[in-house]
């Protein structure tokens, strides 16, 4: 009898433990409070980027004894969710590479670019990217990676279909998207309206409608009339049945394998394009990259996209000292353009912007960036208004009407602030 | 359970003829929170009290980033309220539960009476059964997904061959369809617990009862639906209420195949409480959601439990 009470308590209190010792088991390895060791989660980009971080890691530890860098990586799908739940219970990492920083300065989370990284450093990142990681006027990101798109467009296809140019203006679009579906047998133009990203789908069209996200004065403007001309057009070419079926589905992975295939003429894309999505497919595919089309023909804008990092207040302050180490560090022209050499990204520093205009490829994506456009990402509501254009704008060329769902999205983007 | 209480007891009286002193007899009265202590602990860390938290969180005002803002009183729910999804997603879920249940309750009862008569290869059949159940909700929805891709699935490819169809089908892009093959999914998943909860019942029917049957003269079908369906019962309500619960919450299926598109038109609660807090970035939003869910759960489970006749079940 008393061995089976012994028996009883004893797995009692093991549970009981186990259970209170699963709350705590996360915040022990909070990154210490001697301020030399950090957390750092980043992001996977594709499968070079954690052997990267383990390297940089490994030689920055090794050449400031005493330092330390956790590493975490997240992958993309999954990293809004992480970094929620990081936040609300109170474990942010010191160091987050990331695609939005806003709310987090409104809230009072981060520091200002400047007490983290040397004055050097700090003078090194390329102005328009400097501009993007502002919040009340103060730089409060870390511009990190940066890209701009571009029109691909398969020059077997434009031959088949007796084009001489890649097209400027949207008719041309449109004629050329025809020639291509009656002559060469494939789809005129890829349309990815899927939930994966069609915010950058859907801007890199009205940006070169005179549209946008928010008008001259920073508000928003999301349901102006040429963002919905612009709609109206994309949702046209899918009428017309030039575009691949179902847009709103349809993510760029599926657009840019069908483009690989010889299958689609025509699909907006970036710098990471050809090593992430045609050349795993097919290295021999005969394509051109020009500027994006526009209504008029006249300007070509293209769309910017930066990611960035965001150094978390933590333990008074007490991990600056280590953030501005290991910053500094990353930060050094060698170290950033092995980055951006391996994953296809274009520079956010001036001194690692030589390195990559070698490359011809490369070469139009860096040229291209003094025209981008980036969307309001210094707006701590534009999470939430990519979020619900994410969510509905597919349906605009679906079953809804386009000037509806714009009509939606502003109502939501004004109620977020 | 009633080894231990005979047990408890005996323990009991053997202690009675030494001086039953106040704290001895208090500890005899503690004595069973040993053996329910662990559960109860279990169960208000594991259910009490995120349920607790879940309804804290739906009264809270929660930033973009994560921060808690305070309180924000019963804006979360009529935020809620005011969305124009709202109905058509309630709605959907009552249907997406009430077709995967019912499908996956009939053609249980028939797999359930397969595995339970005798033939050769009986034992693999039944480990047959068993796979859907042991491979991985998300695996088996991303290989329907790919099954039902446009350009490359196999469906596509078989109903192309046997001229069924013209051209592909985009199936997962038009709502009816889509609806209509996750809750497939769901079926193929949930069929193998419903199929042995029902053969575990019909293992309980002792065969004299059916002997008596044969004797009376009563045919198969008079016997089927006399004898063994009536006393399924239990089996039955066991399996389809947690199948309920399951279908209800089910993310996984959805979130993998459509992600609740185009727009929300195959959007579930489940879905629709993730797309408010990670889409939409409003978590105190999607708490209220959860909590609407919850009740919702709840709800349908009494209601069904009394349509049963619950009481009698115990009794």
Not at chain 2, 140 to 151: A, V
Not at chain 2, 191 to 196: C, D, I
Not at chain 2, 285 to 311: D, K
Request: hydrophobic share 40%.
């Amino acid at each position: 009898m008393k061995r089976h009470l012994t028996v009883a308590i004893a797995t009692g209190l093991t549970v009981a433990l186990g259970v209170s010792g699963c709350g705590k088991g996360s915040s022990s390895d909070d990154g210490g409070s001697d301020g030399k060791s950090i957390k750092f989660v980043a992001a996977i980009y594709d499968s070079n980027a954690e052997p990267y971080w383990k390297a940089l890691i490994k030689d920055f530890e090794a050449k400031n004894s005493g330092y330390k860098v956790q590493l975490e990586m997240v992958d993309w799908t999954q990293m809004d969710a992480k970094v929620k739940t990081y936040i609300q219970t109170k474990q942010a990492p010191d160091l987050l590479n990331y695609n939005s920083f806003s709310d987090f300065a409104r809230d009072g989370l981060i520091y200002k670019a400047s007490e983290v990284v040397s004055p050097t450093t700090l003078s090194d990142f390329t102005p328009t990217f400097v501009e993007q990681s502002k919040y009340n006027g103060d730089q409060y990101a870390l511009p990190f990676i940066s890209s701009a798109r571009l029109l691909f467009y398969n020059k077997d296809l434009f031959a088949k279909a007796k084009i001489a140019n890649p097209p400027k203006t949207w008719d041309e679009v449109k004629t050329d998207a025809e020639k291509i579906q009656k002559e060469g047998g494939a789809t005129g133009y890829g349309l990815p309206l899927g939930p994966e990203e069609s915010q950058a789908e859907f801007y890199s069209w009205a940006m070169n409608n005179g549209g946008g996200w928010v008008d001259a004065s920073g508000k928003w403007a999301i349901n102006q009339p040429a963002n919905v001309e612009t709609l109206n057009f994309l949702k046209g070419l899918k009428d017309a049945k030039l575009t691949q079926p179902n847009p709103e589905t349809t993510d760029r992975k599926t657009v840019f394998n069908q483009f690989a295939q010889g299958k689609i003429g025509m699909a907006i894309g970036g710098p990471f394009t050809k090593a992430g999505f045609i050349d795993p497919v097919n290295k021999n595919l005969n394509f051109g990259v020009t500027s994006l089309p526009s209504k008029s023909g006249t300007e070509h804008n293209t769309l910017g996209v930066m990611d960035l990092l965001a150094a978390f207040k933590k333990n008074d302050g007490k991990n600056k000292e280590a953030l501005k180490k290991f910053l500094d560090f990353l930060y050094q022209k060698e170290n950033t353009s092995t980055f951006l050499k391996k994953e296809g990204f274009l520079p956010v520093t001036k001194s690692a912007g030589d390195a990559l205009s070698s490359d011809p490829y490369m070469k139009q994506f860096v040229d291209a960036l003094p025209s981008s456009k980036f969307a309001p990402t210094s707006n701590p509501a534009w999470s939430a208004v990519a979020g619900a254009v994410k969510q509905s704008l597919g349906s605009s060329v679906a079953n809804k009407d386009p000037k509806k769902v714009l009509d939606d999205i502003q109502k939501t983007a004004e109620k977020s602030g | 359970m009633q080894d231990l209480e005979t047990r408890a007891r005996d323990a009991g009286a053997t202690a009675r003829p030494s001086r039953p002193s106040a704290l001895r007899r208090a500890g005899r009265a503690l004595t069973p929170l040993v053996w329910l202590g662990p559960s109860l602990v279990l169960i208000t860390v594991v259910v009490l009290w995120p349920v607790v938290e879940m309804v804290r969180t739906s009264f809270q005002k929660i930033s973009s980033s994560g921060v808690t803002l305070g309180g924000n009183g019963t804006t979360n729910y009529t935020d809620l309220f005011d969305e124009d999804d709202l109905i058509p997603v309630v709605l959907r879920t009552l249907g997406w539960v009430a077709g995967i249940v019912i499908t996956t309750m009939v053609l249980s009862l028939a797999i359930g009476q397969l595995l339970n008569s005798r033939f050769p290869g009986r034992r693999i059949v039944r480990w047959t059964v068993i796979v859907p159940w042991a491979a991985s909700v998300l695996m088996t929805s991303l290989i329907w997904k790919w099954m039902l891709d446009n350009y490359s699935g196999l469906v596509n490819r078989v109903l192309l061959d046997l001229h069924l169809i013209d051209e592909p089908v985009n199936w997962l892009a038009h709502p009816w369809q889509a609806m209509l093959w996750m809750m497939w999914v769901a079926v193929f998943v949930s069929l193998p617990f419903a199929s042995f909860v029902i053969l575990a019942g019909l293992q309980t029917i002792p065969e004299d009862v059916y002997e008596a049957a044969r004797v009376d003269g009563a045919g198969p079908l008079r016997t089927y639906f006399g004898i063994t369906l009536p006393l399924l019962r239990p089996s039955i309500m066991i399996a389809s209420i947690i199948n309920v619960i399951n279908v209800f919450n089910s993310f996984p299926i959805i979130w993998a195949m459509t992600g609740g598109g185009p727009g929300h038109s195959t959007d579930t609660t489940t879905t629709f409480m993730y797309k408010l807090a990670f889409y939409d970035q409003n978590v105190g939003e999607s708490g209220a959601m959860a909590v609407v869910n919850f009740v919702l759960i709840l709800a349908m489970v009494l209601m069904y439990l009394r349509a049963a006749r619950w009481r009698e079940e115990v009794r």
